[in-house]
């Protein structure tokens, strides 16, 4: 498989009470295409930063991020903006859906900036939500959705302009056991069906049941890097 | 296209939000409007009232007169040159004697500025013509202004005794019948003046058509005329003007105060949205929308609370303020009377294309500007740090 993301020497450091805070430290690691893996930790570990850096939301203090080969770390705020819509994904602990907005006009916000057409936000849009089986839901808001909706929701959002990858940031969080198992069916299935890089961070036992590699972090560095069978 | 797409959706689902603080705007700017329509409004008058009333066209000054020192008026008089004798005789000036004197109302002393006029005088729009009235035993005919009137208790048909000093030196006096109260918006014309026909001033004075000044009915006077000054209408006018001026200084603080409350409206809106909106705006900077379009999206709603604002004023000020311009408005019965200024009991308030549009570009400008100032801290904002609701 070909190699999508690459990390060399990464440092992210926060200065606290005049002292250097390391939170990640010399990580280096490497994503492949199609992986559905899972950065997994403790709290403070690292983890929502490291995703953070790989999704160009955040800078590193020190070290490169590649993406197939090319450095990506530290570019002009408008290149990243340009990277993550060409190339990413996002869900989030909290959904971060736009209140305001309907299902349907979340789901159709990341093509609206991508500048697609009506007719073919519409087919894009139609497939994300039968992939996460909200098709019934579309003109209602996000404050009329249970949790579980509205993950499905960010979901449909990440996957509906079709990135390279997925970075997930505790997605089961805030969710019940039943809706958590729902989501990850949803995601692997995706992953399986498009070859979509899912990336995820989390502590929870039933995301880590369903990664097929483990990196494991712990004070900002990596401990172990590991394939698995998936145990769901 | 896009970005205002947002920003329009934006601004509708706040609903009531968006509603309230366009109606501040809208208040801010009605009340910049009519304040600066009123100001207007009353110099125009004032302008109005001064021309018809006291200028004319202008005024031709005996070389001597100024009006704040009347120890001057005994010698700022002559009889006039040819060429403003041609143009009084045109009908193009009015002859104006003025001498001091006093007047005993009801048997009290008052000092008085005894001033002879033609009373067929076709300079000021004033009737003075009841000055032509012959009285029984030989009494004089004199005007005198309703608010001096009122503050002397006559009316009328009465009668007061007027004492004067002649060019010799001697004191005289003669009684005068009030043929006539002269009603007069501008008070120069009014407190303290009694008008006597020219001829008889003259003859109180022991001149022959002596003048301390002439009106004129334009500015095309003889360039120089030897010992006599001409006054153009701007130079009278100066002392109204400076007036207004230090009025509109005042004025504008007042406004803007009234502008800065309407704008806190908008930049707490705009920079409170900057926080409470920190993870919304993360949103957006994660699925890939560019700082710069962030920024315009924050601008753009700002600027739709200006336009909403605008559309809003118009609406319901617009008529209000049109009635107004026609009917114009009184305080209470206040007047120029109480304020020692040259206007009626009603203030009509002038709006123009000019004025409004300018009032109008202005409170925009300044929306845009409010508004775009806290979306430069969104612009400094890592979107990680937006999503955890910190600014960077």
Redesign the interface.
């Known amino acids: 498989m070909k190699e999508l993301i690459r990390l060399k020497g990464l440092d992210k450091i926060y200065p606290v009470g005049g002292e250097d805070f390391f939170a990640l430290k010399n990580v280096a690691l490497s994503i492949n295409e199609g992986e559905f893996s899972g950065l997994v930790g403790p709290s403070g570990s690292g983890k929502t ?1 490291l995703l ?1 850096i790989i ?5 590193p203090s020190n070290g490169d991020v590649f993406m197939y080969d090319k450095r990506v770390s530290r570019i002009k ?2 290149l ?3 990277l ?3 190339n990413f994904g ?1 869900i ?1 602990q ?1 959904y ?1 859906l ?1 209140n ?2 309907s299902v349907y ?1 979340n789901v159709e ?2 093509l ?4 697609w057409n009506e007719s073919r936000k519409k087919k894009a849009i139609q497939e994300a939500l039968e992939w996460v089986g909200l098709t019934d839901k579309i003109k209602s808001r996000p404050g009329k959705l249970s949790g579980g909706q509205c993950q499905r929701v960010a979901i449909a ?1 990440a996957m509906v302009k079709r990135p390279k990858m997925v970075l997930a940031d505790e997605p089961t969080a805030n969710l019940d056991s039943e809706n958590s198992h729902n989501i990850l069916k949803t995601m692997e299935e995706i992953n399986r069906k498009t070859g979509t890089t899912f990336l995820f961070s989390t502590h929870d036992q039933k995301v880590i049941d369903y990664l097929s590699r483990i990196i494991s972090l712990k004070d900002g560095q990596v401990i172990e890097d590991r394939q698995q069978e998936p145990k769901r | 296209m896009m970005v205002f797409k947002l920003a329009l959706k934006n601004l509708l689902s706040a609903g009531l939000r968006t509603w309230l603080t366009a109606f501040i705007l809208s208040l801010t700017l009605a009340a910049m409007l009519f304040m600066q329509a009123l100001m207007a409004g009353m110099l125009d008058e004032m302008s109005t009232i001064r021309q018809n009333e006291e200028i004319a066209g202008g005024q031709i000054w005996h070389e001597k007169y100024d009006p704040f020192d009347p120890t001057v008026l005994e010698k700022a008089n002559a009889a006039l040159p040819n060429e403003i004798q041609s143009m009084v005789e045109k009908g193009d000036a009015c002859p104006l004697l003025m001498i001091s004197g006093a007047i005993y109302p009801k048997g009290r002393f008052k000092n008085a500025m005894l001033k002879g006029i033609n009373p067929n005088q076709e300079c000021l729009k004033l009737d003075f013509t009841s000055l032509n009235k012959i009285n029984g035993d030989d009494r004089l005919s004199v005007m005198i202004g309703k608010r001096y009137a009122d503050t002397l208790g006559m009316a009328k048909g009465d009668i007061l005794t007027i004492r004067w000093r002649t060019r010799a030196g001697a004191f005289d006096a003669v009684d005068a019948e009030i043929t006539s109260i002269l009603r007069t918006n501008a008070p120069v014309m009014d407190q303290g003046a009694v008008y006597l026909s020219h001829e008889v001033v003259n003859k109180m004075n022991g001149t022959l058509n002596h003048s301390t000044l002439v009106w004129v009915k334009t500015d095309r006077v003889p360039p120089h005329i030897e010992g006599w000054v001409f006054r153009d209408f701007m130079y009278l006018m100066k002392d109204t003007l400076d007036m207004v001026k230090s009025k509109q200084v005042g004025q504008s603080i007042f406004y803007g105060m009234l502008l800065f409350l309407g704008l806190i409206a908008v930049f707490d809106t705009q920079a409170l949205a900057v926080f409470r909106r920190k993870k919304e705006i993360g949103t957006f900077m994660a699925m890939g929308m560019s700082n710069a379009k962030v920024v315009y999206m924050f601008v753009i709603e700002g600027t739709m609370y200006g336009i909403i604002a605008t559309f809003l004023t118009l609406v319901w000020a617009g008529p209000l303020f049109w009635w107004l311009a026609e009917a114009g408005m009184s305080f209470g019965g206040a007047s120029g009377d109480d304020w020692g200024m040259a206007f009626g009991d009603r203030f009509f308030p002038v709006f123009t294309f000019g004025r409004v549009f300018g009032a109008i570009l202005f409170v925009n400008l300044m929306v845009i500007f409010v508004s775009f100032w806290p979306t430069k801290v969104i612009t400094r904002m890592l979107p990680a740090n937006a999503l955890r609701g910190r600014i960077s």
């Not at chain 1, 999704?55 to 800078?59: C, R, S, T, Y």
């Not at chain 1, 609206?112 to 500048?115: F, K, V, Y």
């Open positions: 930063t953070n999704g160009a939301l955040d800078q705020a408008t990243a903006a340009q993550r819509l060409h996002f989030f909290t971060n736009l305001v907005y006009e916000l990341p609206t900036l991508l500048g959002r």
